[in-house]
C-alpha cells in the first residue's frame, strides 16, 4: 500500500494519501487544508485519486476538500449524520476561521460498507462519539485503520463539541475499535500512528 502522512492546516491535521501499488488508484483520507499542497503529493506519487474519504466534518479536516475534488474529480464521502456539520464549514465560524466550502457529498458511507481503491478494501466503521457521524476506514488486509479524532496514541477525541458524547466515544474504541486485532495500526487525525494493542495496554483514558 502507498500510503503518504501530510500534515495540513493550522491544527497539523494528519491528511492521508493511500494508493494501490498494482493500480495506482487512491484515496484521499481527511484533507483537512493546504489543498494545493496534497494536489502536488498527490501528483507525485502518480495516483488517480477515486475518492475523498472523510472520517468527520470539523473543519480542521474539511478545508481542502473543495481543491483536492476540483482538481482530481474524485466522489466526496461522508457519513450522512455529518453532512449538517459539511454544510456549516466544519463549524469554522465559531473560532472566527475562514474555510473554504466543500462540495455535497457523493456518497454516503454507511456501517460495514466497503469502499474499493484498486485492490485495496475499506471497511466503513461506525465509530461516533467525537461528532456523530464519525468513522474508522479499515483496511484489514493491510492492517491499518484511520480513525480520524477517536482515538490518539495514549489520547482518546474531545467530546465537547456540538454532537460529541463521552459515553459514545468510550463504545466506540472498546467495542469497534478494540475489536480489531492488536497489531492493527492506528492512523489517527492528529499525532503519530499508534496500534490497537498499545491503545489497550498504556493509554490511560480508556485502561
Not at 55 to 61: M, N, R, S
Amino acid at each position: 500500500m502507498i500510503l503518504h502522512t501530510i500534515p495540513v492546516g493550522m491544527n497539523q491535521t494528519n491528511c492521508y494519501i493511500v494508493g494501490c501499488e498494482e493500480t495506482r488508484r487512491g484515496a484521499v483520507i481527511d484533507p483537512g487544508g493546504d489543498g494545493k499542497r496534497i494536489i502536488r503529493e498527490i501528483e507525485d506519487a502518480d495516483l488517480d485519486v477515486a475518492y475523498v474519504l472523510v472520517t468527520h466534518a470539523h473543519f480542521d479536516h474539511i478545508g481542502g476538500i473543495a481543491r483536492v475534488v476540483d482538481a482530481t474529480g474524485a466522489k466526496l464521502a461522508l457519513h450522512p449524520n455529518e453532512r449538517p456539520l459539511l454544510e456549516a464549514r466544519g463549524g469554522a465560524s465559531m473560532w472566527g476561521i475562514n474555510v473554504e466550502p466543500s462540495p455535497p457529498p457523493d456518497v454516503e458511507l454507511s456501517d460495514g460498507q466497503v469502499i474499493e481503491v484498486g485492490t485495496l478494501t475499506f471497511e466503513v466503521l461506525l465509530t461516533p462519539g467525537h461528532s456523530p457521524g464519525g468513522v474508522t476506514f479499515y483496511e484489514a488486509d493491510q492492517g491499518v485503520a484511520f480513525d480520524g479524532d477517536l482515538l490518539f496514541s495514549n489520547g482518546i477525541g474531545r467530546t465537547d463539541l456540538t454532537g460529541g458524547d463521552q459515553q459514545t466515544l468510550m463504545r466506540s474504541i472498546k467495542e469497534v475499535i478494540f475489536a480489531l486485532p492488536d497489531d492493527t495500526v492506528i492512523y489517527p487525525g492528529h499525532g503519530p500512528s499508534t496500534t490497537v494493542g498499545k491503545e489497550k495496554r498504556s493509554n490511560p483514558w480508556v485502561r
